[in-house]
């Protein structure tokens, strides 16, 4: 989410209480004569309101400390309370009943006392649920291994592994010894469950696992471990890999299923592995997530499958929607390219949406191959290849001219080798014969070098990947992909990058919307679940069961803007 600053400082305070669930509102008692203002303070605490706000509570946490370090100030009570609220949403119940208490024994006229006792009982609660035996989420993960595949499964399975320690409340690094190299079908894992009765005092240490032949194992691995919070419930990770052909994949899913008892699934990656893998867990009615898959086959008519990427299809309605609702457009033309099975697919998925949103589409104009992208001016003027809903026909150079000109925007959809010649070709071309009209395209129009050409047309695109790499959120993932395995996701492949973030938004999204218990296991949970902001990746399925959401973004002014 976009950082933002409020000028009203305690007007969110209230918000944020409300929000932790403790009845009482924030006081005024700092506000009294003869306590002092000091700025850096001031300055501190609506940085750690506004980190608060986007749910990052560690760098919250932070700042509130910081403030209630000065000398009393207006904002040290309230800092002290805030600050407790933070680290009851980390799971430091027994850090949060201490600065509680800090508050309560300094300032025992505060007005926030009643707030803070309501909130220790609150964190007493949930330090005693904390030591009992915890629940635990079973969740498989299935990707290929073999030679072609493995650095991709890595780059997607270490983004997991860290969503899992991150809910189980640890830190991890692990020291691979000297001489030993991952093999081509092997990469190593650690179940971070195993350990959750870990403690600074006996965390590090050496350990060896091996497990059977169809799962991931570590030998001799070093693990440096953290403890910072203690959660509700853990979560546990079993592996299976899938090989060459994609039925391997459903025997991978029954293995999940049947000998390991899992609750939910994460993978395969390809569309084509994901159908039989799908077919599996429909039958044993446990969701499973695909987070990659773009094919509509994957999710179609199942209830327990689901695609945590958009469908090629549904990038073209998406774009309808975002056009009518959000650009506040009513009559759009479409160039494609028949040849091209992702760009007709996005056109065909544009053209539904077009005529249940109410969104004209006077004209269409299927090119036959990548080189008559740049040949639109002639394309254009023949009236014999222009496409309307209703009808194929042969039309007069006139009538031609009236369609285009009815046209308020175009949709490109382009895909495949080259996108960057094509779209660049398209843009002359459109330029020459339809100045002034808007064009949107499909996430191949991201960060072109031409962006003065981007900008004279507004070209608006769906995008389905985007990581901002200010956002301190995204900086702590770094920071732990690179104490995890050595390197950061900038250093992997395009692929290996996205795959990384996808890893730890769609692991991060099933944490966050299931658990152990059965009633947060149905298809419906998923189906319902508000929309989640990842670091790179947006999910919300919106009643579906292939995700329904995507970035907005612009060219204008030689920049991309991104709008939603």
Not at 149 to 172: C, I, K, M, P, T
Not at 383 to 400: G, V, Y
Not at 511 to 536: H, W
Request: proline share 5%; glycine share 8%.
């Amino acid at each position: 989410m976009v950082s933002r600053r409020f000028g009203m400082v305690w007007g969110l305070v209230l918000a944020l209480c409300m929000i932790a669930g403790v009845g009482a509102t924030p006081g005024h008692a700092q506000e009294e004569d003869g306590i002092p203002e000091i700025p850096n303070a001031e300055i501190l605490f609506e940085e750690g309101v506004a980190a608060f706000e986007q749910g990052e509570y560690e760098a919250a946490f932070e700042r509130f400390r910081l403030v209630s370090e000065y000398q009393l100030n207006q904002k040290t009570t309230a800092a002290l309370i805030m600050g407790a609220k933070a680290l009851v949403r980390l799971g430091r119940y027994e850090d949060a009943t201490d600065r509680l208490r800090t508050l309560l024994n300094r300032y025992p006229e505060t007005t926030y006392r009643e707030e803070a006792e309501a909130l220790m009982e609150q964190a007493r609660r949930r330090l005693g649920a904390a030591r009992q035996a915890p629940d635990t989420l079973r969740i498989g993960v299935t990707l290929p291994m073999g030679a072609d595949w493995v650095s991709q499964s890595q780059a997607l399975f270490n983004g997991v592994r860290l969503a899992v320690d991150e809910h189980n409340g640890l830190r991890r690094r692990y020291v691979r010894p000297r001489g030993l190299q991952a093999s081509a079908d092997t990469f190593e894992v650690y179940d971070t469950a195993d350990v959750h009765g870990d403690s600074l005092a006996d965390a590090d240490g050496e350990t060896t696992v091996v497990a059977s032949a169809d799962t991931v194992r570590i030998d001799s691995l070093r693990i440096v471990t953290e403890r910072v919070g203690r959660p509700d419930w853990v979560a546990r990770m079993f592996f299976r890999r899938t090989k060459a052909k994609p039925r391997s994949a459903r025997a991978a899913v029954d293995s999940l299923v049947r000998l390991d008892d899992v609750d939910v699934i994460l993978g395969p990656i390809r569309s084509g592995a994901a159908r039989p893998a799908g077919a599996r867990a429909e039958a044993a009615r446990v969701p499973l997530v695909a987070p990659m898959a773009t094919d509509e086959s994957v999710s179609k008519g199942r209830d327990y499958v689901f695609q945590a990427n958009p469908t090629i299809t549904d990038r073209g309605r998406i774009m309808a929607r975002v056009a009518k609702n959000g650009l506040l457009i009513d009559r759009v033309g479409i160039i494609y390219e028949r040849g091209n099975s992702f760009s007709t697919r996005m056109a065909e998925g544009f053209r539904r949406e077009a005529r249940r949103q109410d969104l004209e589409v006077p004209l269409a104009l299927p090119l036959e191959g990548p080189r008559d992208w740049s040949r639109l001016p002639t394309l254009l003027e023949d009236s014999t290849l222009i496409e309307t809903d209703s009808i194929r026909a042969r039309r007069d150079s006139a009538a031609t001219d009236s369609l285009l000109a009815r046209a308020e925007a175009f949709y490109l959809p382009v895909s495949g080798r080259g996108t960057a010649g094509k779209i660049q070709g398209a843009l002359t071309g459109m330029r020459q014969i339809l100045p002034g009209k808007r064009v949107l395209g499909n996430a191949e129009w991201h960060d072109l070098p031409f962006k003065e050409a981007a900008s004279a047309v507004t070209a608006t695109y769906t995008n389905g990947f985007y990581v901002r790499t200010r956002r301190p959120a995204v900086q702590r993932f770094v920071r732990r992909y690179r104490l995890l395995t050595g390197t950061t996701p900038d250093e992997l492949s395009p692929d290996g990058r996205r795959l990384a973030y996808a890893g730890y938004d769609v692991a991060r999204f099933l944490l966050s919307v299931l658990g152990p218990s059965a009633d947060q296991l149905t298809p419906q949970t998923l189906r319902t679940a508000p929309t989640y902001e990842g670091l790179g990746v947006r999910i919300g399925f919106e009643g579906k069961n292939a995700n329904q959401t995507m970035f907005i973004h612009r060219y204008r002014n030689q920049k991309v803007e991104r709008l939603r």
